[in-house]
């Protein structure tokens, strides 16, 4: 995986079918300490954005449609032995792409808060609609953590403030993408005169967590900088 991926708008056109099984005490690939994983999709794409279509029983599957291969190692999965109770089935979004899947570098936007009729748990003014980044996994393997620009930082000093925002983002999702503490909006406002010239606070709709980074639950640690996706070494 490259340490610089471009990003791009994506959107939810379906849904279908996922069959899912874990097998395995241990020893994955890579990932010693992790069970085999294997999925596979199942029957014809549903023309609805939403997940909430019904699924089928597991005993209604036949035997040739489920998964045969873990999807990490390629380790064949014993699917005679895995018990009922030890299947899972369930929808999954089918998104504009080549494949219909998710890919790094993808940005989608995820209705929250105010857009399900709830408040949003972190902002009081959120317009229920918030950017998420898919961030290449720290393996450069497929996708990685899904980073919510609109979320909260892990490390935000002004936890029980519900109006400024962690990350500061401008520019419309694509090339023209650019994610830091606010320092692009204070330079441009300097230049226009709007503020003085000498006046190095930092913006004052963020907190000081970070610089403007993000760091996933997995390792990847990086930026978000004009439409690039840029790893830290």
Not at 2 to 9: F, H, I, N, P, Y
Not at 88 to 116: M, S
Not at 146 to 169: E, K, V
């Amino acid at each position: 995986m490259s340490d610089r991926v471009a990003v791009r708008l994506v959107k939810p056109v379906g849904s279908r079918v996922v069959l899912e099984t874990f097998f395995g005490s241990s020893g994955c690939g890579d990932r010693p300490n992790q069970r085999h994983h294997a999925t596979a999709y199942y029957g014809l794409v549903d023309q609805g954005v939403g997940t909430a279509a019904g699924v089928p029983e597991p005993r209604d599957i036949p035997a040739g449609a489920w998964p045969t291969t873990c999807s990490r190692c390629g380790a064949t999965t014993p699917i005679e032995q895995i018990p009922w109770d030890g299947r899972l089935i369930y929808r999954a979004r089918v998104w504009d792409t080549p494949t219909g899947e998710i890919r790094p570098g993808d940005l989608y936007y995820e209705a929250c808060g105010a857009a399900r009729g709830h408040a949003c748990a972190n902002w009081a003014d959120c317009d229920g609609h918030h950017l998420i980044a898919v961030l290449p996994a720290a393996t450069g393997k497929g996708p990685g953590h899904h980073w919510d620009l609109a979320g909260r930082a892990s490390n935000c000093d002004r936890p029980a403030d519900r109006h400024h925002r962690c990350w500061i983002h401008q520019g419309e999702p694509g090339p023209g993408l650019h994610v830091d503490k606010g320092e692009r909006i204070m330079a441009q406002a300097r230049e226009l005169g709007a503020i003085a010239p000498t006046d190095l606070s930092r913006y004052p709709g963020t907190c000081n967590a970070g610089a403007g980074s993000i760091i996933a639950p997995d390792g990847w640690h990086g930026f978000l900088h004009d439409g690039l996706l840029l790893r830290i070494p």
